[in-house]
Protein backbone atom coordinates (compact mmCIF):
# COMPACT_ATOMS: atom_id res chain seq x y z
CA UNK A 1 0.00 0.00 0.00
CA UNK A 2 1.60 3.46 -0.99
CA UNK A 3 3.05 5.42 2.46
CA UNK A 4 2.26 8.59 0.57
CA UNK A 5 0.93 10.24 -2.02
CA UNK A 6 2.65 13.08 -4.48
CA UNK A 7 0.98 16.54 -4.54
CA UNK A 8 0.70 18.66 -7.62
CA UNK A 9 3.74 20.68 -5.12
CA UNK A 10 5.79 17.93 -4.98
CA UNK A 11 5.29 17.75 -1.82
CA UNK A 12 4.73 13.94 -0.07
CA UNK A 13 1.34 13.80 1.87
CA UNK A 14 1.77 10.40 4.23
CA UNK A 15 -1.29 8.25 3.52
CA UNK A 16 -2.54 7.72 7.05
CA UNK A 17 -3.15 10.63 9.76
CA UNK A 18 -4.33 10.58 13.01
CA UNK A 19 -7.58 12.87 12.66
CA UNK A 20 -8.16 14.98 16.10
CA UNK A 21 -11.91 15.77 15.52
CA UNK A 22 -13.79 15.34 18.86
CA UNK A 23 -10.63 14.18 20.61
CA UNK A 24 -11.43 16.45 23.75
CA UNK A 25 -8.93 18.64 25.55
CA UNK A 26 -7.19 16.88 28.08
CA UNK A 27 -6.86 13.75 26.06
CA UNK A 28 -6.10 15.24 22.35
CA UNK A 29 -2.61 15.51 23.63
CA UNK A 30 -1.62 11.91 24.70
CA UNK A 31 -3.04 10.81 21.37
CA UNK A 32 -0.77 12.48 19.71
CA UNK A 33 1.81 11.75 21.35
CA UNK A 34 1.39 8.45 21.15
CA UNK A 35 0.69 8.52 17.91
CA UNK A 36 3.92 10.20 16.74
CA UNK A 37 5.92 7.54 19.10
CA UNK A 38 4.25 5.23 16.89
CA UNK A 39 5.47 6.58 13.73
CA UNK A 40 2.39 8.70 12.13
CA UNK A 41 3.87 12.17 10.40
CA UNK A 42 0.49 13.44 9.99
CA UNK A 43 -1.82 15.09 12.13
CA UNK A 44 -5.52 16.36 10.66
CA UNK A 45 -7.08 19.13 12.65
CA UNK A 46 -8.77 22.15 12.12
CA UNK A 47 -9.69 25.75 13.81
CA UNK A 48 -12.76 24.55 14.86
CA UNK A 49 -12.07 21.78 17.07
CA UNK A 50 -10.78 23.77 19.55
CA UNK A 51 -7.78 21.86 20.64
CA UNK A 52 -4.98 23.13 18.55
CA UNK A 53 -3.01 24.25 21.05
CA UNK A 54 -2.76 21.02 23.25
CA UNK A 55 -1.96 19.29 19.62
CA UNK A 56 0.90 21.70 19.33
CA UNK A 57 2.64 21.11 22.52
CA UNK A 58 2.30 17.88 22.44
CA UNK A 59 3.86 18.08 19.18
CA UNK A 60 7.09 20.13 20.66
CA UNK A 61 7.19 18.16 23.35
CA UNK A 62 7.78 14.91 21.10
CA UNK A 63 10.67 16.13 20.13
CA UNK A 64 9.95 14.87 16.01
CA UNK A 65 11.35 17.50 13.88
CA UNK A 66 9.05 20.04 11.87
CA UNK A 67 9.93 18.98 8.50
CA UNK A 68 9.41 15.32 9.09
CA UNK A 69 5.69 16.25 10.08
CA UNK A 70 2.70 16.72 7.68
CA UNK A 71 0.07 19.47 9.77
CA UNK A 72 -3.01 20.47 8.44
CA UNK A 73 -5.37 22.44 9.63
CA UNK A 74 -8.88 23.95 8.16
CA UNK A 75 -9.98 27.37 7.74
CA UNK A 76 -13.23 28.40 9.48
CA UNK A 77 -16.67 28.92 7.69
CA UNK A 78 -16.64 32.48 9.84
CA UNK A 79 -13.07 33.70 8.04
CA UNK A 80 -13.43 33.43 4.55
CA UNK A 81 -13.10 36.75 3.85
CA UNK A 82 -10.17 37.76 2.50
CA UNK A 83 -8.96 40.20 5.03
CA UNK A 84 -10.26 37.83 7.70
CA UNK A 85 -7.98 35.05 6.76
CA UNK A 86 -4.31 35.75 7.86
CA UNK A 87 -5.98 36.45 11.09
CA UNK A 88 -7.17 33.05 11.90
CA UNK A 89 -4.41 31.36 10.06
CA UNK A 90 -2.00 32.89 12.36
CA UNK A 91 -3.74 32.16 15.33
CA UNK A 92 -3.52 28.31 14.01
CA UNK A 93 -0.02 28.90 13.38
CA UNK A 94 0.69 30.20 17.06
CA UNK A 95 -1.71 27.43 18.69
CA UNK A 96 0.05 24.31 16.80
CA UNK A 97 3.53 26.08 17.64
CA UNK A 98 5.23 25.79 13.68
CA UNK A 99 5.69 29.07 10.77
CA UNK A 100 3.65 26.97 8.22
CA UNK A 101 0.81 24.49 7.57
CA UNK A 102 1.83 21.73 5.02
CA UNK A 103 -1.84 21.61 4.21
CA UNK A 104 -4.86 23.90 4.56
CA UNK A 105 -7.94 23.62 3.43
CA UNK A 106 -11.58 25.42 3.27
CA UNK A 107 -13.50 23.54 5.89
CA UNK A 108 -16.56 24.10 4.21
CA UNK A 109 -17.88 25.25 0.62
CA UNK A 110 -19.98 27.51 3.05
CA UNK A 111 -19.16 31.05 4.37
CA UNK A 112 -20.47 32.98 7.48
CA UNK A 113 -20.63 36.51 8.15
CA UNK A 114 -17.91 37.61 10.38
CA UNK A 115 -18.44 37.14 14.38
CA UNK A 116 -22.18 35.98 13.73
CA UNK A 117 -23.42 32.97 14.88
CA UNK A 118 -24.33 30.97 11.62
CA UNK A 119 -25.75 33.91 9.60
CA UNK A 120 -25.03 32.24 5.91
CA UNK A 121 -22.95 35.20 3.78
CA UNK A 122 -24.50 34.25 -0.02
CA UNK A 123 -22.53 36.20 -2.34
CA UNK A 124 -18.83 34.47 -0.48
CA UNK A 125 -20.08 31.35 -0.40
CA UNK A 126 -21.83 31.51 -4.17
CA UNK A 127 -18.41 33.13 -5.57
CA UNK A 128 -15.62 31.02 -3.14
CA UNK A 129 -12.74 32.97 -5.83
CA UNK A 130 -11.74 35.66 -3.14
CA UNK A 131 -11.30 33.12 -0.39
CA UNK A 132 -9.56 31.22 -2.87
CA UNK A 133 -7.06 34.04 -3.96
CA UNK A 134 -5.94 34.53 -0.49
CA UNK A 135 -4.81 31.32 0.42
CA UNK A 136 -3.13 31.29 -3.17
CA UNK A 137 -1.20 34.99 -1.76
CA UNK A 138 -0.48 32.59 1.75
CA UNK A 139 1.16 29.85 -0.15
CA UNK A 140 3.30 32.40 -2.16
CA UNK A 141 4.06 34.27 1.47
CA UNK A 142 5.43 30.51 2.38
CA UNK A 143 2.77 30.21 5.34
CA UNK A 144 1.15 27.18 3.92
CA UNK A 145 2.86 24.82 1.48
CA UNK A 146 -0.42 23.69 0.13
CA UNK A 147 -4.13 24.47 -0.05
CA UNK A 148 -7.41 22.21 -0.92
CA UNK A 149 -11.05 21.81 -0.02
CA UNK A 150 -13.04 19.78 2.15
CA UNK A 151 -16.77 18.90 1.63
CA UNK A 152 -16.96 20.38 -1.67
CA UNK A 153 -19.37 18.14 -3.95
CA UNK A 154 -18.12 17.98 -7.77
CA UNK A 155 -20.74 21.42 -8.45
CA UNK A 156 -18.94 22.60 -6.04
CA UNK A 157 -15.59 22.15 -6.96
CA UNK A 158 -16.07 23.21 -10.49
CA UNK A 159 -17.59 26.67 -9.50
CA UNK A 160 -14.09 27.07 -7.81
CA UNK A 161 -11.87 25.81 -10.41
CA UNK A 162 -13.72 27.28 -13.13
CA UNK A 163 -11.75 30.65 -12.27
CA UNK A 164 -8.19 31.09 -13.29
CA UNK A 165 -6.49 29.52 -10.49
CA UNK A 166 -2.88 29.67 -9.18
CA UNK A 167 -2.59 26.74 -7.65
CA UNK A 168 -5.24 23.91 -7.94
CA UNK A 169 -6.41 22.48 -5.01
CA UNK A 170 -4.18 19.79 -3.67
CA UNK A 171 -7.11 17.77 -1.45
CA UNK A 172 -10.79 17.41 -1.36
CA UNK A 173 -11.31 16.62 2.14
CA UNK A 174 -15.33 14.15 2.36
CA UNK A 175 -16.54 11.90 4.74
CA UNK A 176 -15.93 8.49 3.11
CA UNK A 177 -16.91 5.38 5.06
CA UNK A 178 -19.22 2.09 4.84
CA UNK A 179 -22.02 4.20 4.79
CA UNK A 180 -21.14 6.76 2.63
CA UNK A 181 -18.41 5.44 0.18
CA UNK A 182 -18.57 7.80 -2.79
CA UNK A 183 -17.60 5.79 -5.55
CA UNK A 184 -18.76 8.16 -7.80
CA UNK A 185 -16.75 11.13 -6.09
CA UNK A 186 -13.86 8.93 -5.75
CA UNK A 187 -14.01 7.78 -9.70
CA UNK A 188 -14.20 11.37 -10.79
CA UNK A 189 -11.33 12.53 -8.49
CA UNK A 190 -8.62 10.16 -9.95
CA UNK A 191 -9.86 11.22 -13.29
CA UNK A 192 -9.09 14.94 -12.49
CA UNK A 193 -6.03 14.46 -10.79
CA UNK A 194 -7.51 15.35 -7.17
CA UNK A 195 -6.29 13.53 -4.30
CA UNK A 196 -9.18 12.47 -1.72
CA UNK A 197 -8.90 12.40 2.29
CA UNK A 198 -11.22 10.27 3.85
CA UNK A 199 -12.85 11.62 7.31
CA UNK A 200 -14.89 9.55 9.72
CA UNK A 201 -13.88 6.67 7.84
CA UNK A 202 -14.59 4.17 10.83
CA UNK A 203 -18.20 5.48 10.77
CA UNK A 204 -17.33 8.48 13.05
CA UNK A 205 -18.24 8.20 16.96
CA UNK A 206 -21.90 7.27 16.09
CA UNK A 207 -21.79 4.41 13.54
CA UNK A 208 -18.25 2.77 14.09
CA UNK A 209 -19.67 0.16 15.89
CA UNK A 210 -22.17 -1.13 12.77
CA UNK A 211 -19.39 -0.53 10.98
CA UNK A 212 -16.50 -2.87 12.30
CA UNK A 213 -18.57 -5.75 13.02
CA UNK A 214 -19.96 -5.78 8.65
CA UNK A 215 -19.69 -9.37 7.61
CA UNK A 216 -17.32 -8.18 5.14
CA UNK A 217 -14.91 -6.61 7.36
CA UNK A 218 -15.30 -9.28 9.84
CA UNK A 219 -14.37 -11.99 7.29
CA UNK A 220 -11.33 -9.69 6.20
CA UNK A 221 -9.91 -9.31 9.90
CA UNK A 222 -10.53 -13.10 10.47
CA UNK A 223 -8.70 -14.35 7.05
CA UNK A 224 -5.68 -11.54 7.43
CA UNK A 225 -5.63 -11.83 11.31
CA UNK A 226 -5.86 -8.16 11.69
CA UNK A 227 -8.98 -6.32 13.58
CA UNK A 228 -12.20 -4.74 11.37
CA UNK A 229 -10.48 -1.44 12.18
CA UNK A 230 -7.12 -2.04 10.23
CA UNK A 231 -9.01 -3.68 7.77
CA UNK A 232 -11.45 -0.82 7.04
CA UNK A 233 -8.21 1.37 7.07
CA UNK A 234 -6.93 -0.02 4.87
CA UNK A 235 -9.32 -0.80 2.49
CA UNK A 236 -9.35 2.81 2.36
CA UNK A 237 -5.81 3.30 1.45
CA UNK A 238 -6.28 0.79 -1.42
CA UNK A 239 -9.33 3.17 -2.68
CA UNK A 240 -6.17 5.35 -2.64
CA UNK A 241 -7.03 7.83 -0.36
CA UNK A 242 -5.34 9.32 2.49
CA UNK A 243 -7.17 8.03 5.75
CA UNK A 244 -7.67 10.23 9.07
CA UNK A 245 -9.39 7.67 11.31
CA UNK A 246 -9.59 9.09 14.88
CA UNK A 247 -8.98 8.12 18.16
CA UNK A 248 -7.91 8.98 21.52
CA UNK A 249 -7.86 5.35 22.88
CA UNK A 250 -3.60 4.43 22.98
CA UNK A 251 -4.01 0.88 21.71
CA UNK A 252 -6.32 1.87 18.99
CA UNK A 253 -3.89 4.68 18.30
CA UNK A 254 -1.19 2.14 17.71
CA UNK A 255 -3.74 -0.18 15.68
CA UNK A 256 -4.56 2.19 13.38
CA UNK A 257 -1.60 2.98 11.82
CA UNK A 258 -1.20 -0.73 11.08
CA UNK A 259 -2.21 -1.40 7.79
CA UNK A 260 -2.08 -3.91 4.80
CA UNK A 261 -2.41 -4.90 1.02
CA UNK A 262 -5.93 -6.89 1.23
CA UNK A 263 -6.02 -9.65 -1.59
CA UNK A 264 -8.18 -8.69 -4.55
CA UNK A 265 -11.40 -11.23 -4.08
CA UNK A 266 -11.71 -9.47 -0.22
CA UNK A 267 -11.06 -5.99 -1.00
CA UNK A 268 -13.45 -6.40 -4.26
CA UNK A 269 -15.92 -7.84 -1.62
CA UNK A 270 -15.85 -5.30 0.58
CA UNK A 271 -15.84 -2.40 -1.92
CA UNK A 272 -19.15 -4.10 -3.50
CA UNK A 273 -20.78 -4.52 -0.07
CA UNK A 274 -20.26 -0.72 0.80
CA UNK A 275 -21.32 0.51 -2.56
CA UNK A 276 -24.70 -1.53 -3.14
CA UNK A 277 -26.77 -0.32 -0.47
CA UNK A 278 -28.42 3.26 -0.59
CA UNK A 279 -25.79 5.66 1.00
CA UNK A 280 -26.04 7.06 4.29
CA UNK A 281 -24.10 10.59 5.70
CA UNK A 282 -22.73 10.18 9.05
CA UNK A 283 -21.92 14.05 9.19
CA UNK A 284 -23.77 16.80 7.86
CA UNK A 285 -24.64 20.07 9.47
CA UNK A 286 -27.17 21.56 7.10
CA UNK A 287 -29.87 21.78 9.23
CA UNK A 288 -27.39 22.50 12.51
CA UNK A 289 -26.63 25.71 10.98
CA UNK A 290 -30.10 26.07 10.19
CA UNK A 291 -29.36 26.63 6.11
CA UNK A 292 -32.73 26.11 3.96
CA UNK A 293 -30.65 23.62 1.42
CA UNK A 294 -28.46 20.49 2.17
CA UNK A 295 -25.03 21.36 2.10
CA UNK A 296 -24.02 18.29 -0.28
CA UNK A 297 -27.03 18.81 -2.90
CA UNK A 298 -25.23 19.15 -6.15
CA UNK A 299 -27.85 22.13 -7.23
CA UNK A 300 -27.50 25.30 -5.22
P1 LIG B 1 -11.94 6.42 20.69
O1 LIG B 1 -11.44 7.75 20.18
O2 LIG B 1 -12.67 6.55 21.97
O3 LIG B 1 -10.84 5.39 20.73
P2 LIG B 1 -13.69 7.85 12.83
O4 LIG B 1 -12.21 7.66 12.69
O5 LIG B 1 -14.48 7.22 11.74
O6 LIG B 1 -14.06 9.27 13.07
O7 LIG B 1 -14.14 7.03 14.15
C1 LIG B 1 -13.79 7.47 15.43
C2 LIG B 1 -14.49 6.60 16.46
O8 LIG B 1 -14.01 5.26 16.32
C3 LIG B 1 -14.19 7.01 17.87
O9 LIG B 1 -15.36 6.78 18.61
C4 LIG B 1 -13.06 6.09 18.28
O10 LIG B 1 -13.06 5.86 19.68
C5 LIG B 1 -13.41 4.82 17.54
N1 LIG B 1 -12.24 4.01 17.15
C6 LIG B 1 -11.10 4.46 16.58
N2 LIG B 1 -10.25 3.46 16.32
C7 LIG B 1 -10.85 2.33 16.74
C8 LIG B 1 -10.47 0.97 16.76
N3 LIG B 1 -9.29 0.58 16.29
N4 LIG B 1 -11.35 0.07 17.29
C9 LIG B 1 -12.54 0.47 17.76
N5 LIG B 1 -12.96 1.74 17.77
C10 LIG B 1 -12.13 2.67 17.26
Not at 60 to 82: C, E, I, M, Y
Amino acid sequence: LPSHHILPSGDKIPSVALGVWQAGKGEVGAAVQTALKTGYRHIDGAWIYGNEEEVGKAISASGVPRDQLWLTSKLWNNFHAPEDIEPALDETLTRLNTEYLDLYLIHWPIAFKKGSNNVLDKELTANPYPTWQKLEELVDKGKIRNIGISNFNIARIKNLTANPLKHKPAVNQVELNYFNPQPELLKWSKENGLLLEAYSPLGSTKQVKEALSVPEVKEIAKKLDITPAQALISWHVQRGTIVLPKSVTPSRVQENFQVVTLPDDLFDKLEKAATSHPPQRVVNPSKNWGLDFDVFDENW
